[in-house]
């Protein structure tokens, strides 16, 4: 009986002091992802390292990449993932992403990889622009049918049309960008300044637009084709058209700002991996690795209408270009949520 009542308070302070065999290791990732992505991508990631644990912080492209440039001397998060490869530029030159080699870099499309030396960002899928057009809405308003970027100045769209707002969206500042690689700049300011007259509003999300559309708020929806597909098969009475001319299109990439972490490191190779790229594929036909493409329901045949889109000069122009946008449209924009 006396070693019973030994035992069973050295058993209580062993139970009270006992640490679990490890604990997993944090990492805060800051992304743009849409919502619907990300349990997908952190249960893969997890299941393969089951040492390291993802903490999500997601906004749209704008307001990440300004958030990222605010932390850029104290820096919050370990790693990017899945942000435009125009803002991963951005924010390799003002140091915010440190070069890094990861494994597998030979597997990954050049095109979606940081073109200069000391790579500080690698493409993980595509991601484009279409127009998202409510059927229903135009038979009831006898709205013709767009064809082309020109076709959206006609009268009959007059409050009908909404697109994202380019300085908080980065579907929006692609395909500003992609008019002015179309059309040259002052044709393409000349051609926002028509379109905003057909403008009910400027979103602050790449792919509201596109629901706004499949809803019927609006006929038609600027915005990316990813959303456009995902509706489209869920029953939306939506057209994905690209316009003739082409569509604009960003890489979504992945970047490491914590080099002292051997995790975030892990994360960015496991992130560019052949199995990390089928997961990217189930959404989208286009990505990184070039061993890995099957098609997407309802998502169209984008590659042919891809323009020719420069990164570099999309990141060095991009606070004059929305400065000016700002000034002339942002009284269409939403409010803020």
């Not at 606070?319 to 700002?326: G, I, P, Q, R, Y």
């Amino acid at each position: 009986m006396k070693n019973r009542w030994i035992i069973a308070p050295l058993t209580a302070i062993a139970a009270l002091t006992a640490t679990p065999a490890f604990a997993a290791e944090e990492l805060t990732v800051y992304t743009a992802f849409e919502t619907d992505m990300l349990a997908k991508f952190k249960s893969g990631f997890e299941q393969a390292n089951p040492d390291i644990k993802i903490k999500w912080v997601r906004d749209s492209t704008g307001i990440m990449t300004a958030k990222l440039l605010a932390e850029k001397n104290n820096p919050h998060a370990d790693v990017v993932w899945g942000l435009a490869g125009s803002s991963m530029a951005l924010l390799k030159d003002n140091g915010v992403l440190k070069p890094y080699s990861p494994k597998g870099l030979d597997q990954i499309r050049t095109t979606m990889v940081d073109p200069e030396n000391n790579k500080a960002w690698f493409g993980n899928d595509a991601f484009f622009n279409a127009v998202c057009f409510n059927e229903a809405v135009a038979k009831a308003q006898n709205l013709s049918k767009p064809e082309t970027w020109d076709d959206l100045l006609k009268p009959e769209y007059k409050g009908q049309i909404a697109m994202p707002n380019p300085a908080s969206s980065g579907t929006g500042y692609m395909q500003v960008s992609a008019w002015m690689e179309l059309m040259g700049e002052d044709a393409a300011w000349d051609y926002m300044s028509k379109l905003d007259n057909n403008i009910a509003h400027y979103t602050h999300s790449g792919s509201k637009p596109c629901v706004q559309a499949g809803m019927g708020e609006v006929a038609i929806g600027i915005s990316m084709a990813i959303r456009g597909a995902k509706l489209k098969s869920q029953g939306a009475p939506i057209d994905i058209i690209l316009p003739k001319g082409g569509v604009g299109w960003e890489s979504e990439a992945v970047g490491l700002v914590n080099p002292q972490s051997d995790a975030a490191k892990r994360l960015v190779d496991w992130s560019i991996s052949r199995e990390a790229n089928k997961l990217y594929n189930e959404f989208y036909p286009v990505v990184g690795h070039s061993n890995v493409s099957t098609p997407v329901k309802n998502y169209p045949n984008v590659e042919e209408a891809m323009v020719k889109m420069n990164f570099s000069k999309m990141a060095a122009n991009r606070s004059e270009v929305l400065k000016a946008w700002s000034n002339r449209f942002d009284a269409k924009s939403e409010p803020r949520g």
